[in-house]
């Protein structure tokens, strides 16, 4: 029975009780009477009637009054009790109960209280003895992670149907590479693997393996190569894990891009058809010639120079093929080169260890006047750096170098300078064009190809420019992007107001089976918002989506998603003091039309978690139009789930919720700091959703749509 209702029937109670003793008493006496003095007393209560409804009116005033103060001080009082004492048991041990207004709910208090210490002892003596075995696990955790992080191949493990269960950074980084069609969403923790992979290859793989268990193999393996988004390759190496009854309980992918290594043997097969075809006649006449020489010794002597000449031009032109086939190798090879942003600072490590180690000259590195950053191929530039101190050295006798870089507009300038050898202006024209060599590593590519890949350039200065000693290389390169942005000022600000939307429970009755299930066994998304303002339907616009995936019960803080929108429109003052973002902080950041539709592939085949959930379904709702995204799935919502959980306390903003159930709030007013913060909410408001018999989504949807309309009628 809802308290208001309670509160009427107990009132109503009293009050009859209160007027009916009265009524009776008149009754009992009007039946004993002789019937002229009962005449006589229902005339003098006829006359009276109107004091008599005054009282009674004062009487139900006065009832109500006292049943009031009696729900207050001891009935609502009792169920906060009761709930609290819920809190302490299944979500926050550390809680103690509210002062209480009278004395025997103060002693009820207190011993509560004294049960919590002694439960909050015993679970911290159970939790140190527990330690020592999950450290012993998180050691062994630890040591698969650094293994398998190790790896050069990428590893997924998934379980028989397809759910990935584990996968390490080279995995995700491969699908990464991949994954930006709207057909693959993000590799991730209880996502499926066939909306990476095709699933027919690795059904057939599965087959193969079944063939060669019932063959009885001990550790099959089945290879195949599989094409992912954007023409990117992917070597597949996948092994099956067996159950008690030799069934294939689930699988390991070891899985490796292949696509440059492909198209470097289609490249390398065309030219080895290429060249043999083209050999072929030159050859075919020098053997001709030679052995017209070799099987007609006394031939005249014109014949013979005619014979010659021909191995002779055939020689030639067999020099010529070669050549050509290699200037086409180190073509190849030049356009395989990937840029990658970087540290100057790092590539002058890189190259002072490779000059030092294989040349055995000594570098010395000048450090940069701030951070610099280059656009490059670490491995072909320290390359081209060891391949200029090889001629140094060899032909100059240099034996020491100094390394520096500075930037210089929106380039960066590395110098490879010396003392002691003069060098002539001839010679770097020389070096830059041939192929580069250090030691016994040789390449098909020249200093020049390596610059023109990076749209750089290649001086000579001599003494007395820009700070040489007797002479330096001075490459300029482009530079790069910094890999770490700033971080942003927050500040704090209260929590938006709750916003109320009657079309969020209209869509669960398309869910069908999925309302069956358990809250526990189903994925989350838990996101949040950042907005321009509070008024989704007057243009306000998103600026920020940050969201976290909820698997098995725990919160994935690896498997995120948080992006910046740019609003096209001015920010609201009021607002931005609010989350701390800035228009500079959005210029350049892409639109809700690019942003919303990758949020919705992060989101798939999970429910949606958010606190006062219907204002962000707002600006989602009306961007449908504009995007063509529609967010179908299920939603559930923190502000009602705790109403529904605690119904007798009445703050359920997201930072009272959290500090009655233990939950440090660090990080509010980010998007992807409130999904964190709601996220550790809503697992620990789980337990207590059972207790009240809430176990099920549908069961959940249904309590939240009541209390929504509970909360409506105050």
């Known amino acids: 029975m809802m308290p208001a209702n309670k509160l009427l029937a107990w009132t109503t109670a009293t009050w009859i009780g209160v007027v009916g003793v009265p009524v009776l008493l008149w009754a009992v006496l009007a039946a004993e009477l002789p019937q002229q003095e009962a005449e006589m007393l229902e005339r003098i209560l006829e006359e009276r009637a109107p004091v008599l409804l005054l009282v009674g009116g004062l009487l139900l005033i006065a009832c109500a009054s006292l049943v009031r103060w009696l729900f207050v ?32 709910l103060a002693e009820l208090a207190s011993a509560i209280d004294g049960l919590a210490d002694a439960y909050d002892g015993l679970r911290r003596d159970s939790d140190s003895r527990a330690g020592a075995v999950r450290a012993r696990l998180e050691e062994e955790r630890n040591r698969l992670a650094a293994l398998m992080s190790e790896l ?30 709207a057909q693959h969403p993000p590799l991730g923790l209880g996502r499926s693997l066939f909306a990476l992979i095709d699933r027919g290859q690795v059904a057939h793989a599965l087959q193969q393996i079944q063939r060669s268990l019932a063959r009885g193999e001990r550790l099959p393996m089945a290879r195949f190569v599989v094409a992912l988004t954007g023409g990117r390759l992917v070597k597949s190496q996948l092994a099956p894990y067996l159950d008690s009854e030799e069934r294939i309980a689930g699988m390991v992918l070891a899985l490796e891009d292949v696509t440059a290594l492909l198209a470097r043997e289609a490249q390398r097969r065309s030219l080895l058809q290429t060249f043999a075809a083209r050999i072929r006649a030159p050859a075919a006449n020098m053997r001709a010639a030679a052995e017209n020489l070799a099987a007609y010794p006394e031939i005249e002597g014109e014949r013979r120079a005619q014979f010659i000449q021909i191995v002779a031009a055939e020689s030639r032109a067999l020099s010529t093929i070669i050549n050509d086939a290699l200037r086409e190798h180190a073509d190849a090879l030049k356009a395989a080169m990937t840029l990658e942003d970087m540290r100057a600072e790092d590539l002058l490590e890189f190259a002072r260890l490779r000059v030092e180690s294989e040349l055995g000259v000594a570098v010395e590195v000048e450090a940069a006047a701030g951070e610099i950053w280059l656009r490059a191929d670490s491995y072909a530039l320290v390359q081209a750096m060891l391949h200029l101190a090889t001629r140094l050295r060899e032909d100059h006798g240099v034996g020491l170098l100094v390394l520096r870089a500075q930037s210089a507009k929106e380039f960066a300038e590395i110098d490879l300078e010396w003392s002691g050898a003069i060098v002539s202006t001839e010679s770097l024209p020389l070096w830059e064009s041939e192929p580069m060599e250090s030691g016994a590593e040789r390449s098909p590519l020249t200093v020049r190809d390596v610059l023109e890949q990076h749209g750089g350039e290649i001086w000579y200065q001599r003494a007395g420019v820009a700070g040489a000693r007797t002479g330096s290389f001075r490459f300029l390169l482009p530079l790069g992007t910094p890999g770490a942005a700033v971080p942003r000022a927050r500040n704090p600000a209260p929590s938006r107001p709750e916003y109320y939307d009657f079309d969020l429970f209209r869509s669960d009755a398309a869910a069908g089976a999925l309302n069956e299930a358990r809250l526990a066994s189903l994925s989350y998304t838990v996101f949040d918002t950042e907005t321009t303002g509070l008024e989704p339907s007057a243009g306000d616009e998103i600026i920020s989506i940050g969201a976290v995936r909820v698997v098995n019960g725990r919160l994935l803080r690896g498997d995120i998603f948080e992006q910046l929108v740019n609003p096209l429109r001015p920010l609201n003052p009021e607002s931005a003091r609010v989350h701390g973002i800035d228009s500079a902080a959005l210029q350049g950041q892409p639109s809700i039309g690019e942003v919303l539709p990758a949020f919705h592939r992060f989101c798939a085949d999970t429910v949606l978690v958010a606190h006062n959930a219907a204002f962000d379904m707002r600006f989602f709702d009306l961007k449908r139009a504009s995007t063509g995204v529609h967010f179908e799935q299920t939603v559930l919502d923190t502000l009602l789930l705790s109403a529904v959980a605690q119904p007798s306390l009445q703050d359920h903003r997201l930072e009272a919720i959290a500090e009655r159930l233990g939950v440090s709030v660090v990080g509010r007013h980010t998007a992807l700091g409130d999904a964190l913060l709601t996220g550790e909410v809503f697992l620990r408001l789980l337990p207590l959703l059972a207790e009240r018999g809430v176990v099920t989504l549908g069961q959940a949807i249904a309590a939240s749509r009541d209390t929504y309309y509970a909360r409506l009628q105050y």
């Open 152 to 181: 050069s191949q990428g590893v997924v493990v998934c379980n028989a149907e397809g759910t990935i269960l584990l996968f390490n950074e080279q995995a995700r980084a491969l699908f990464a590479a991949a994954g930006s069609s």
């Open 73 to 104: 001080r001891y009935v609502t009082a009792l169920q906060a009790i009761a709930e609290q004492t819920r809190i302490i048991r299944s979500a926050n041990s550390g809680l103690r109960l509210s002062p209480q207004r009278t004395r025997e």
